[in-house]
């Protein structure tokens, strides 16, 4: 593990991660109907929340608040299962804490900062000394114990995590201008005309939604804010932007804390926040060397430990082999008699004979009949496939049928097949 060198007293034992885990993450269309964006599956076995959980705990933050509101049931229910291990007794807390109207009777989380105003009396009796203000929604792995250490040592007002991005997709994030010692001179909010980094065409250096402040700071914001009638209540867009205009806020560089497996190995950020992002990021992993490392136990992705047997493969006759090629086949999964190519196959999904499966993301449960030829799709948890159907060959009759996107991949739900047979 490549891990840039750190001093010896961690700040992260001072601190408090507090993930932002509310939003729905429309541009997944069907697979956010019946759950958060954070708690919609990746890699396998796991939840795109984990990996800010799993940062803050890797990073030795032992004290983590979760925020959440959109249909919450499901993210709820995995954070129980997965991160219940934090014991108080060793200064350890981990608080689970849903939209509940606890400041009026009326309102729910009004915005991203309201999402913690609402919640000030729970991390006060905590006494954390510096606040992590955390995405829920975003794929990477970073240590951010450096982050603290920047903010701590350029004696910042806040420091918020950022990366290059190309400019086209600058237009989901806040994107900031910086001076030659990295300090914010500029912050906008999914701007329609995102500004290029100067001499760098194309590309726009993005907020990845990360913040560090320290606490007492960070309350008389969120205080300041909420008397404010005019604000949205949003770090993006009412809370770094006044920093920047009449504070020091600073921009902390992904590459200086981001946690590769080897030295020549990307900066791994990803934001799949499409179903083309969805799709690509997982069937990366399906490479002989992916960007993102899942096999590295020095900084392992948590999350819950579902008990299953091992994945299997049966029938060695021509024509109906059980196999699986540069795919990744996950636990309780069943490859009878087909073919899986370049695929990644999530807990108890089980394939049927004389398929031909191809670049297909399928999450849990799901079940492929026989002579399926399925290619570039990803299929929801739980859905049945039909015997003999095809998908990937035809894009208008994928189109007619399912979410067909313009890069050609086609999210599959149950609802979509059942339309298929009325």
Not at 21 to 30: I, P, Q, T
Not at 62 to 81: D, E, F, M, N, P
Not at 311 to 328: C, N, P
Not at 355 to 376: C, F
């Amino acid at each position: 593990m490549i891990n840039p060198q750190r001093a010896d007293a961690p700040l992260a034992r001072t601190a408090m991660a507090y993930v932002l885990a509310g939003g729905r993450g429309s541009r997944l269309v069907e697979l956010t109907d019946t759950r958060a964006k954070p708690a919609v599956y990746f890699g396998g076995k796991s939840r795109i929340i984990d990996f800010a959980l799993s940062n803050a705990m890797n990073s030795g933050i032992r004290r983590i608040g979760v925020a959440t509101q959109y249909k919450a049931h499901s993210l709820i229910r995995h954070l129980q299962r997965g991160w219940n291990f934090f014991r108080p007794e060793r200064n350890e807390s981990f608080d689970i804490l849903p939209a509940s109207q606890r400041v009026s009777e009326t309102t729910w989380y009004a915005g991203t900062a309201d999402a913690v105003y609402q919640n000030l009396d729970i991390i006060a009796d905590y006494a954390p000394n510096y606040i992590v203000i955390l995405a829920g929604d975003h794929v990477y792995k970073q240590d951010y114990e450096l982050m603290l250490r920047q903010h701590v040592q350029d004696g910042a007002d806040v420091t918020v995590g950022c990366t290059e991005v190309a400019r086209e997709e600058a237009r989901a994030f806040g994107v900031m201008h910086v001076d030659a010692h990295d300090r914010i001179t500029e912050f906008l909010e999914k701007p329609a005309d995102p500004p290029e980094i100067p001499g760098r065409p194309g590309m726009a250096l993005a907020s990845m939604g990360i913040y560090v402040f320290c606490t007492a700071f960070l309350f008389d914001q969120l205080r300041r804010d909420a008397a404010d009638a005019d604000s949205q209540h949003d770090f993006g867009r009412d809370i770094i932007p006044y920093i920047v205009r009449n504070g020091r806020a600073v921009a902390h560089r992904f590459s200086r804390s981001c946690v590769r497996s080897a030295s020549d190995a990307e900066y791994y950020w990803r934001d799949v926040g499409t179903i083309d992002a969805y799709w690509a990021a997982n069937i990366d992993l399906t490479a002989p060397l992916p960007g993102l490392d899942l096999y590295d136990n020095d900084w392992p992705i948590w999350t819950y430990a579902e008990i299953t047997p091992p994945g299997k493969f049966v029938h060695d006759d021509e024509g109906r082999r059980g196999h699986a090629v540069d795919s990744l086949i996950s636990g309780g999964c069943i490859v009878s008699g087909s073919f899986v190519r370049r695929s990644l196959l999530f807990t108890g999904v089980h394939v049927h004979s004389y398929g031909q499966i191809d670049r297909a993301v399928i999450l849990p449960r799901a079940e492929i009949h026989r002579s399926a030829r399925l290619k570039n799709v990803v299929i929801d948890r739980s859905v049945v496939i039909p015997e003999g159907l095809v998908v990937g060959e035809d894009p208008e009759a994928d189109a007619r049928r399912f979410r067909r996107t313009e890069k050609g991949i086609c999210l599959i739900t149950q609802p979509m097949i059942d339309r298929l047979a009325g």
